[in-house]
């Protein structure tokens, strides 16, 4: 498993940026939910009193008890009806102490006077849109540069909403991932694609690709493919949104987002617009896009496998027609150094780049 400081990235072990960590459904529950990512593990919860989503760092400063691990003895969890969460607070079940959503400890039962200010936990910046849960990563704990991701198709009734493919655990540094914005070369062999043209480009945050041609895993039922145009970009160095046209309209989302130092956790989601045209999406449409998200999964698969099974590409032997995987590895540098340094970075590479022997997009 390669690290951070194999690839040279920079300070940080862990990006800045926006990351999905959970369902919006794994957490329209009573219970709390643990999870963990960026090497450290998290409370994650829907407050009962607003509905709000709060996400606090897990471990009571009491005495280090997991605020939202699996519990089922506690009297604070069988008062409470089977949960420790109290309005959009949470208690701590080894002795109680209340912690609101700011983090900030309000409730200690057995103490009186005032409570401590260092009894407090980290309350993290998190935002819940399109069926999925947000956290602002920053390690210099800096407010949002750029806005949580959000589609206005969402709220179009002719569009069918995804459902997400929990793809689980990958075993490589997010480095591996973000390669493919760029990697012109790998678009046939793996995914069957007949490029017709093809550029990238990188703008401040956001690095994109557009392409288009037939495709041999995205096709119809008659097993032909039009031409395919994606326009694809990163927000950030943890959410892909590609506008998929040429067959159904669609909105592909691939997000990964670090557990560890050198692994990811993986969604993939497809946004389909009415298949049979109508203002709002039928049960038929709804059948159809499901077909076509299993296909667009299947296609983002034929990447996943390699990734499973490859070794670090550390100092890859790159092609000028390959892509411009240099590029791409600096402006991925960013979101690892001090926000002061992105101009730095972003001046490297802002513009478009065609591969050698290719056609531009946009001619």
């Known amino acids: ?37 960026f090497g450290r593990d998290f409370a994650l919860y829907r407050g009962q009193a607003t509905g709000r989503v709060v996400l606090l760092d897990a471990y009571c400063p009491h005495m280090k008890t997991h605020l939202a691990a699996e519990n089922d003895t506690s009297y604070v969890i069988i008062d409470g009806g089977g949960t420790n969460i109290e309005g959009d607070s949470i208690r701590c079940p080894y002795h109680a102490w209340r912690f609101g959503p700011d983090g900030q400890c309000d409730d200690i039962p057995y103490h009186e006077g005032p409570i401590p200010k260092t009894a407090c936990v980290k ?41 997400f493919d929990d793809l689980g655990i990958l075993e490589q540094h997010p480095q591996e991932v973000i390669d493919n914005i760029c990697d012109y070369g790998h678009l046939s062999p793996i995914h069957g694609s007949t490029v017709e043209r093809y550029e990238n480009e990188f703008d401040g945050h956001l690095a994109t690709q557009r392409q288009c041609g037939p495709h041999r895993t995205l096709v119809g039922e008659d097993g032909e ?49 009415s298949p049979g045209g109508n203002k709002v999406a039928t049960v038929e449409d709804g059948i159809a896009a499901r077909q076509f998200q299993d296909a667009s999964k299947a296609a983002f698969m034929q990447d996943f496998q390699v990734w499973t099974n490859k070794a670090p590409c550390l100092n890859g032997l ?34 478009v780049y065609v591969p050698k022997g290719t056609v531009a997009y946009t001619e």
């Open 1 to 37: 498993m390669a690290t951070t400081q194999d690839y040279r990235l920079g300070d940080y072990t862990f990006p800045r940026g926006w990351f999905m960590i959970a369902t919006s459904e794994e957490i329209n529950t009573h219970k709390p939910v643990a999870v963990r990512f």
């Open 225 to 273: 493919s039009p031409v395919l145009h994606t326009i694809t970009t990163y927000h950030g160095p943890g959410v892909l949104l590609s506008h998929l046209t040429g067959y159904y309209e669609s909105y592909l989302m691939i997000v990964h987002t670090p557990v560890e130092d050198g692994s990811v956790k993986v969604w993939h989601a497809l946004l389909v617009k």
């Open 123 to 163: 309350a993290w910046p998190v935002a819940e849109s399109m069926g999925a849960i947000w956290i602002w990563h920053d390690p210099e704990n800096g407010e949002p540069e750029w806005d949580h991701p959000s589609l206005p198709q969402w709220d179009d009734d002719a569009w069918v909403h995804w459902r």
């Open 318 to 351: 790159f092609l000028p027609s390959d892509g411009p995987f240099m590029k791409a590895r600096i402006w991925y540098k960013q979101f690892y150094n001090p926000r002061a340094r992105k101009d730095e970075f972003q001046s490297k590479v802002n513009g």
